[in-house]
């Protein structure tokens, strides 16, 4: 089961060019794991769905004790630590490593992934364009599992789109040209209106990124020859430890019923995840929609970024927007964009705040 896993894993980041170092360890760990090798003693007793991505789990361990210079073997195969060794050759040390420091991998593996990836704000702040000329209200943006909190900041990154720049232009973190097709008939006049005027996150077990470990954390998660991606979130990071914003230790359904027990009327309240619907059990998804469906106040949206319900073929992501009131009269979300898993590219589905 777990090779399977891994072993699924290294052929989607194969097909899709991702990760070559990954696509060799997770290869090699999955016969490992078939072996009933280190891989799997390190998995014994947990029960590894696929859901809670065992394979991430165990390479952002092994990526955390790497860049915190605890396998500096390890470390001449991982460019995120300056190393260019051929990924070819890296099984072998890694597995020693896996021995040699088990107790730290498995108690790190246990953890719930954390990939905080502002790029999936290029599809956030488009949504947030789209309800803010529907409703033409400043935004209050409460944000659930929001991990470091570092997309809290979706306007204070700059976007060029059909060559215009649009958010902060002047951000060090910049996206080039990621939609295809646009949310509002006008991005930059939209663009000019939206406010966001309050913004606020939980996360079970929220990351600081202010801190030497919090980053460090945050780039484990990271691909680690992705140097895009790294500085990605080092400058995300950056920005939020500039405009910070107090994300609460909490399970998402109980804070976001507090949150929305102080309904404002004079703003759009934004609900907003992005990939943490699988980490839920069923209780507390069923205890987030409960509090979504009985909030008071003003109009109110929850925007997910999150897998179709079935898997698409290319491994993209939907947006999808719910209101209250209702927007369409169906009950159902509606789909605004598909995007990439980490965002960038982002397709339009729709092209006006009154579709
Ligand atoms: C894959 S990360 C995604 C982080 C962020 N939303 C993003 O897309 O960049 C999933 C996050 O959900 C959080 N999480 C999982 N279950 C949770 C719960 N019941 N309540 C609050 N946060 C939760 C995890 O701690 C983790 O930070």
Redesign the pocket.
């Known amino acids: 089961m777990i090779g399977e896993l891994f072993r699924a894993r290294a052929a989607e980041l194969q097909r899709g060019g991702r990760s070559r170092l990954y696509v060799e360890l997770m290869r090699e760990a999955a016969d490992d794991a078939d072996a009933g090798g280190i891989v799997a003693a390190i998995f014994a007793g947990d029960p590894a769905t696929p859901a809670s991505v065992p394979e991430l789990r165990l390479l952002a361990a092994l990526h955390h004790l790497v860049l915190s210079g605890g396998a500096p073997e390890l470390a001449r195969y991982f460019p995120s630590a300056g190393g260019d060794a051929p990924p070819q050759d890296a099984w072998a040390v890694a597995r020693r490593t896996l021995a040699e420091h088990e107790a730290f991998i498995r108690e790190r593996a246990r953890r ?7 790029g ?1 704000c290029v599809a956030l702040y488009g949504g947030l364009l789209w309800l803010s000329e529907r409703h033409r209200l400043p935004i209050r943006l409460l ?5 470091a909190g ?2 809290l900041n979706p306007d204070r990154f700059a976007y060029v789109v059909d060559g215009a720049p649009l958010g902060d232009a002047r951000s060090p973190l910049a996206f080039d040209e990621p939609w295809t097709g646009a949310p509002v008939t006008d991005p930059p006049a939209a663009a000019a209106r939206l406010r966001i005027v309050e913004r606020a996150g ?6 600081d990124p202010t801190s030497v470990d919090g980053r460090l954390e945050l780039q484990s998660y990271i691909w680690p020859d992705e140097p895009a991606r790294l500085a990605r979130v080092e400058l995300a990071a950056s920005i939020a430890a500039r405009h910070p914003v107090a994300i609460e230790r ?4 109980a ?1 976001l019923l507090r949150r929305l027990g102080a309904p404002r009327a004079d703003v759009v309240t934004v609900i907003w ?4 619907d699988q ?3 069923d209780a ?1 998804r069923a205890a987030i929609r409960s509090a979504f469906a009985s909030a008071g106040g003003g109009p109110l949206a929850w925007l997910t ?1 999150e897998p179709p319900a079935a898997a698409s073929e290319d491994g993209s992501f939907e947006l999808r927007c719910h209101e209250r009131p209702e927007g369409n009269g169906s009950g159902e979300s509606r789909l605004l964009a598909r995007a990439g898993y980490h965002g960038p590219p982002v397709v339009w589905a729709v092209a006006s705040p009154d579709a």
């Open positions: 719930t992934v954390q990939t905080n990836e502002p999936r944000e659930i599992g929001a991990s570092l997309n939980c996360d079970q077990a929220p990351i909490r399970g998402a359904a804070w995840q992005s990939v943490v980490y839920l059990e507390e970024l």
